[in-house]
């Protein structure tokens, strides 16, 4: 017998064992919505940046990474495991082909965003849309954080302008279309990430484009997310 995410095993009245399972992108929904709060009352008294606001930026950018790939693995398993609570008129030859996806541990070698890319293909035979909003700002998200956790040292050499302001883009910061504003505190640094890109807007992006992408393809697949409705920001 199923009740939440606690499952008894075994015969009889006294079960023998139970089976717990934990859905962990609610927890980092509401941490994400706390570090861009915290960055955001920082920002507004504070004329220098200190460690304090570096970890609400750091913290901030992997919350909201960690919130989509935890959302989208409990999707997977959902389908693949049940109790589907969440999902509206399951397609039962459809789950049946995500379950064989599922077995095959798929979430352990593919990328975020593929992911969702197969979920919707087979699921719900949609063709997310890559080249627009806010597909495209994720998958900017997910960039930075990669450079965030997985940094690797490098030289970065700028040309420098008339006010010896870097005047040379990065890679990532070519792909950068204003979609936030820069910092008030590193601004005039040459590297976008981690400096250049550390604000409370950036948070604010982050947190906006992936519940409207996860919002998105929730109507896709006829799903509904309970936690939006009761850890949204305020203020």
């Not at 919130?67 to 389908?79: A, H, K, S, T």
């Not at 992911?115 to 997910?142: M, R, T």
């Not at 250049?196 to 896709?220: Q, T, V, Y």
């Amino acid at each position: 017998m199923k009740v939440g995410n606690v499952e008894n095993v075994g015969s009889g009245q006294t079960p023998d064992k139970v089976r717990t399972k934990v859905n962990m992108s609610g927890f980092f929904l509401h941490a994400m919505n706390t570090f861009y709060r915290k960055a955001k009352d920082y920002e507004e008294i504070n004329e220098a940046p200190s460690e304090e606001f570096n970890s609400y930026f750091f913290g901030g950018i992997i919350c909201t990474v960690s919130f989509l790939e935890c959302f989208i693995n409990e999707v997977y398993q959902e389908l693949s495991d049940g109790p589907c609570y969440n999902f509206i008129n399951v397609d039962l030859v459809r789950a049946h082909a995500i379950q064989e996806l599922y077995q095959r541990n798929i979430l352990r070698t593919t990328e975020i965003l593929e992911k969702y890319d197969l979920f919707a293909g087979v699921y719900a035979c949609k063709k997310l849309e890559k080249g627009i909003s806010p597909y495209k700002d994720v998958a900017l998200l997910i960039k930075i954080r990669n450079e965030l956790v997985h940094h690797k040292p490098k030289w970065v050499e700028s040309a420098l302008d008339d006010f010896g302001q870097a005047s040379s883009p990065c890679k990532i910061e070519k792909n950068f279309k204003k979609q936030f504003s820069l910092s008030k505190y590193h601004g005039g640094s040459p590297t976008f990430v981690p400096h250049k890109c550390m604000s409370a807007d950036c948070l604010r992006w982050g947190n906006e484009k992936s519940k409207e992408f996860i919002s998105s393809f929730c109507s896709d697949i006829n799903y509904n997310y309970p936690y939006f409705k009761d850890r949204e920001p305020k203020g």
